[in-house]
């Protein structure tokens, strides 16, 4: 099966801990990416990264940074959380970055975090 | 900066009714995509329009661009229940490097 999968699925931790999410496609794509939605399914693009390289870096805190071993995956770690950090963070990959407009993106299913 | 955002927060309608959901962005774009969520799912893409177009079909979906007034529309024909979902209109900027995603419409469609 060709997709994106994330773990975990849902993820309760208190304020100062440290987290983690592993995002993988299996899609064959050069790009994946990290939005995080929140209650109000607002959605914002957090990073994005192409061939190993950090291409987008949105004006994240500096405690969120982004992982990766090689194109197919991309994780998320979070130093410290705080309460506002309590959302849905969504992993989605396209297939090239280089064209005139941006190809469909896949998306994961999404981890859920929550901050207590 | 940039923002997309779909006109209204939600939509009801019955099965077999048609629905019209719209967006309007701020700046210019090469490209403009419709997303669904579903509960508990990423959002997945229905429809790309280029820039250059007016209309792009998908089966019961239609999207239209208007780059004058800088808006679009994704309209469903003959809803179904499993048609329930929350509806992004996502822009490509011109020189941008990232989608911007709009604030989502939330499509309710009742047996």
């Known amino acids: 099966e060709t997709a994106v999968f994330q773990t975990p699925n849902y993820h309760v931790t208190q304020v100062g801990n440290e987290v983690s999410f592993n995002c993988k496609q299996t899609l064959g794509h050069d790009t994946m990416y990290w939005y995080k939605q929140d209650s109000k399914k607002l959605l914002k693009i957090m990073f994005s990264y192409n061939n190993k390289q950090l291409i987008v870096n949105e004006t994240v805190p500096r405690r969120f940074s982004p992982q990766s071993s090689d194109k197919a995956h991309l994780n998320l770690r979070i130093k410290s959380v705080e309460p506002e950090d309590s959302a849905v963070y969504l992993c989605a990959s396209s297939s090239d970055w280089g064209g005139d407009v941006q190809d469909t993106q896949y998306f994961g299913p999404g981890t859920r975090l929550l901050v207590l | 900066s940039q923002l997309a955002e779909e006109n209204l927060w939600a939509l009801s309608v019955h099965e077999g009714e048609s629905v019209t959901v719209n967006c309007s962005y701020k700046t210019s774009i090469t490209a403009l995509q419709w997303y669904r969520q579903k509960s508990g799912e990423g959002p997945a893409q229905l429809i790309l329009i280029r820039s250059n177009e007016r209309d792009n079909r998908n089966g019961r979906l239609r999207a239209t661009l208007d780059t004058s007034s800088q808006s679009s529309s994704l309209s469903i024909t003959a809803t179904r229940c499993e048609d329930t979902a929350v509806y992004f209109c996502?822009?490509?900027?011109?020189?941008?490097?990232?989608?911007?995603f709009g604030t989502g419409t939330t499509v309710s469609v009742s047996p």
């Open positions: 996502a822009t490509d900027p011109q020189g941008g490097r990232a989608l911007i």
